[in-house]
């Protein structure tokens, strides 16, 4: 059997097992037994328990980015691209329970270097998030209009580190034992409803602002709105 074959039946063995027992549960022998291999030839292919770990966490994310990114369409409408873009990456989470889990669970909670490699996953997700907002702004009337003010580097930043973590929280609410689990579509759809919703407004001028009430209380206005 071709060593590239043979580690990936490794390394699959091993997401399985990751995934369910975490790090320092998981057990070599049941990897080795999982894989049909000998605990020697994953050590001789993968050196250590540890970097066997981190060649896990680093196929998965390479994985679950690759396919948001064949998602999405570079020349479509910005809307169009999120929509792809999380459609994309719910329905590989979906598909990926065990790699989910490793990346969304297991690498954070043991720590240095895991967590590293998961925080630049999410820093790159993160990176296409803001362009697309930044280009949405950019259709919108080149980003400033009449009565609008423009966006910010740190508020869309802001604004990509808050999707993507409610994408991820979501993601392990579909991925959840509990309840009916939706298809990636409704997740997505979900998640367009809110995040859209609020980018169109952004872009078009149209904020949320808390204002001082004669009784010393906030209530909420909309500045910039052009609606009645």
């Known amino acids: 059997m071709p060593r590239e074959v043979r580690e990936r039946q490794m390394i699959d063995a091993a997401v399985r097992v990751f995934a369910r027992c975490g790090y320092s549960a998981a057990s070599m022998d049941e990897i080795a037994e999982l894989a049909g291999a000998s605990k020697p030839l994953i050590y001789l292919y993968l050196h250590s328990k540890e970097d066997l770990f981190g060649t896990c966490i680093r196929r998965e994310a390479e994985a679950l980015l690759g396919a948001v990114r064949s998602a999405v369409e570079p020349h479509a409408p910005a809307d169009r691209r999120l929509w792809d873009g999380l459609r994309a990456f719910f329905a590989h989470t979906a ?3 065990e790699g989910w889990a490793v990346l969304s669970c297991r690498a954070r909670t043991h720590g240095e270097p895991f967590d590293r490699v998961v925080a630049e996953l999410r820093e790159e997700i993160v990176e296409v998030v803001v362009r697309l907002i930044e280009e949405a702004a950019e259709d919108a009337d080149g980003g400033v209009g009449a009565g609008r003010a423009p ?8 604004l990509a580190h808050a999707l993507v973590g409610a994408a991820e929280s979501l993601a392990g609410w579909a991925n959840g034992p509990a309840g009916t689990v939706p298809s990636a579509r409704e997740t997505a759809e979900t998640l367009m409803n809110v995040a859209w919703v609020g980018l169109e407004n ?7 602002e808390a204002a001082a009430s004669g009784a010393g209380g906030r209530t909420l206005s909309c500045r910039g709105s052009d609606r009645p």
């Open 151 to 158: 966006l910010d580097g740190r508020e869309v930043t802001g």
């Open 202 to 208: 952004l872009v078009s001028g149209r904020r949320w």
């Open 95 to 97: 598909a990926h329970p």
